[in-house]
């Protein structure tokens, strides 16, 4: 059966754990090699990653392409708009077409529906570079940034601050898969998918929400935010209003526990979200985390090829 990654539950706990350990030993691997060169395995050899995107990319393109490259394969990066997708072909037939030419494919869109479909229709791997619903692949790189930081993940208390979006969908679902749980700091009207909490709870997860910030901090091993404002969303200046009281700054970070770490997927509205001193200090490791998308990348990829 044709492997899809559309969400993390589609691996599930053990796989998403050997995830993270395979992302973790191809990094230790290529210690000071050239970005371009192929792990000494290429266990990806000829296969060809078609990347669509109807959305602004910048990690998510460079990471998988990097990654299909990494494990001896290729890439093939297409926009939307310059398909026929954009001049009305269905995605069921793109979806038909692609299969006979490539070998997976990785899109980013809006709508979740549009990669249910795809998925459906597809005779090879499709995998979740980002929906409107989740962003799985971030996770597996948040979730190995935060091992390699010395975090266990079982029982590890997470903080959220910000709006309900997509990232915390995929990372209440990986609290549910890896057991640990997650605090709430979010604005009355930005609530996550109820959904999504149901399940992690049913999985053993503790998930609360906070309407104070300081109290979604408090004692928090990892303190996480995004972006108050994705792309093609209005109305932002009354967002950035509410979201306002839940800013990670200096002062908020100082309540949550002693070595806790800071993450944030970027792009980042500096002094929105989060402040300077908080993005670029101690406790960050934004840039480790932007890194492993390309190590997280690979695992997912061999993933659904069989290869975990």
Request: proline share 3%; with cysteine.
């Given at each position: ?129 980002l929906t409107d619903r989740s962003h799985p692949c971030q996770i597996v790189a948040d979730l190995q940034t935060v091992v390699e930081h010395g975090k266990a993940l079982p029982g590890l208390e997470l903080a959220w601050l910000g709006d309900g979006n997509n990232v ?129 990348q690979k695992s997912v990829l061999r993933w659904v090829f069989g290869q975990l």
């Amino acid at each position: 059966m044709t492997r899809h990654f559309l969400e993390l539950s589609d691996a599930g706990g053990d796989a998403l754990a050997a995830m993270v350990g395979d992302a973790m030993e191809r990094k230790a691997a290529r210690i000071g090699w050239p970005k371009g060169r192929a792990d000494a395995d290429q266990p990806l050899k000829d296969r060809v990653l078609a990347m669509v995107f109807e959305k602004n990319s910048t990690r998510t393109r460079v990471s998988f392409d990097a990654a299909i490259r990494q494990l001896g394969g290729h890439a093939l990066a297409m926009e939307a708009g310059t398909m026929q997708l954009g001049r009305g072909e269905s995605i069921a037939d793109t979806a038909r077409v692609l299969s006979r030419m490539v070998d997976a494919i990785v899109i980013r869109t809006s709508d979740h529906a549009k990669i249910e479909e795809l998925a459906a229709h597809a005779s090879v791997p499709v995998i979740n570079g980002l929906t409107d619903r989740s962003h799985p692949c971030q996770i597996v790189a948040d979730l190995q940034t935060v091992v390699e930081h010395g975090k266990a993940l079982p029982g590890l208390e997470l903080a959220w601050l910000g709006d309900g979006n997509n990232v915390l969908n995929s990372i209440i679902e990986a609290a549910g898969l890896m057991k640990f749980n997650v605090r709430l700091g979010i604005p009355e009207g930005f609530d996550s998918d109820p959904a999504y909490i149901e399940q992690a709870r049913s999985r053993g997860a503790t998930i609360t929400t906070h309407r104070d910030a300081h109290a979604a901090v408090a004692g928090a091993d990892v303190v996480v935010t995004d972006t108050w404002v994705s792309m093609g969303q209005g109305d932002s200046a009354a967002k950035i209003a509410a979201m306002m009281p839940y800013q990670v700054n200096e002062a908020l970070m100082a309540g949550a526990a002693p070595g806790a770490l800071f993450l944030h997927c970027l792009p980042a509205h500096r002094g929105e979200e989060a402040t300077d001193g908080v993005l670029d200090g101690a406790q960050s490791v934004i840039w480790d985390e932007a890194e492993n998308r390309i190590h997280a990348q690979k695992s997912v990829l061999r993933w659904v090829f069989g290869q975990l």
